[in-house]
């Protein structure tokens, strides 16, 4: 199982309307609007790396109003 932290920056007073769309995403587990430099975090769950590629490439960063994102992939320790 692939796991991710997306921390997406929204265009100026979209943060609300981007978490709600990205919170309707199949695979995304949590999101949270944040303060600082990024407007919404969401963690995201996908069975493999390719399911992975396409919840992040194609689902989330298409998403009208998201400015930027960066996803941190999470390494079992």
């Not at 949590?30 to 995201?44: I, K």
Request: hydrophobic share 40%; net charge negative; proline share 3%.
């Amino acid at each position: 199982m692939a796991k991710a932290m997306v921390l997406i920056t929204a265009d100026p007073g979209r943060d609300r309307e981007v978490a709600g769309q990205v919170k309707s995403i199949q695979g995304v587990e949590n999101v949270y609007l944040t303060a600082g430099r990024y407007d919404v975090v969401a963690e995201v769950q996908a069975p493999d790396d390719d399911s992975m590629l396409s919840l992040t490439y194609d689902r989330i960063r298409i998403i009208d109003g998201i400015r930027d994102t960066h996803t941190m992939f999470c390494l079992k320790v």
